[in-house]
């Protein structure tokens, strides 16, 4: 509840990001699955503005992958607000993360993220797309509303044509990168979207969905919170969007 109230107090007064201090190493929590062979997957959790790491177990993720036996890893990166406040969320994920993954031989690396984490998830890949195998972005935050307003007032994604795109400019970034999955034989990162019919940023979400096949995307009746997206990684999980792209290499 104090890091929650902490990282949204810092939007509004940014010296308060002090109060999120950040690692380097940034903090995992690692978990394995039953699986019968040696693991090639990697599956990478990225929490909420305010969530810790450790909901992801509370909350029944962790078990619910778990009790698919699937041969894979599963990793909880503590990446919360104060790397994206000081810009040091790229370089941990990719240092701390995904090339030792690759190292260590992981031929699938998968990101999942929820809100800010499904954020974080689309700008990793966005600029590193050959470190990941595929997103499954959970009630993502993509942008702030005039960035969204902007698009929308375009006929969405497809109409949108960006500026020239200043170097921290992110959620433009990530908007132009996810331009690429207009077309349907586009290569690269798979990318699965899933969000509550109530959600806070179901406007962006919704255009997103525009332009995804849709057994890509998943929508449940719920808003921003945890007992939607249980619904919602539960869907996932009986789906193909993760399952059929287990063996796939990156």
Not at 11 to 17: E, N
Not at 136 to 143: R, S
Not at 203 to 228: C, K, M, Y
Request: hydrophobic share 40%; charged share 20%; with cysteine.
């Amino acid at each position: 509840m104090v890091r929650a109230l902490v990282s949204k107090l810092a939007l509004r007064f940014p010296w308060m990001v002090r109060l999120l201090p950040t690692s380097n190493p940034v903090v995992t929590r690692r978990y394995q699955c039953p699986g019968p062979d040696s693991a090639r997957t990697l599956i990478v959790f990225l929490p909420g503005i305010g969530d810790l790491a450790e909901d992801y177990a509370r909350y029944g993720f962790i078990e619910a992958v778990q009790e698919k036996e699937w041969s894979a890893d599963l990793v909880v990166v503590d990446a919360h607000y104060g790397y994206y406040a000081n810009r040091t969320i790229l370089d941990r994920l990719h240092e701390d993360i995904f090339e030792p993954a690759k190292a260590l031989g992981y031929q699938n690396r998968w990101v999942v993220g929820i809100s800010l984490g499904g954020f974080g998830a689309l700008l990793y890949t966005s600029r590193h797309d050959t470190d990941v195998t595929g997103v499954i972005a959970m009630a993502p935050y993509l942008g702030r509303p005039e960035i969204v307003e902007e698009i929308t007032a375009a006929g969405g994604i497809r109409g949108w044509r960006p500026d020239i795109l200043g170097e921290h400019d992110y959620e433009r970034h990530v908007w132009a990168w996810l331009k690429r999955y207009e077309r349907p034989d586009t290569q690269g990162p798979a990318l699965c979207l899933a969000y509550g019919e109530r959600d806070t940023f179901v406007t962006a979400h919704r255009a997103l969905s525009a332009i995804l096949p849709p057994e890509q995307v998943f929508v449940e009746s719920g808003a921003h919170d945890w007992t939607t997206w249980q619904k919602l990684w539960r869907a996932i999980l009986t789906s193909t969007c993760l399952s059929s792209n287990l063996m796939r290499r990156v």
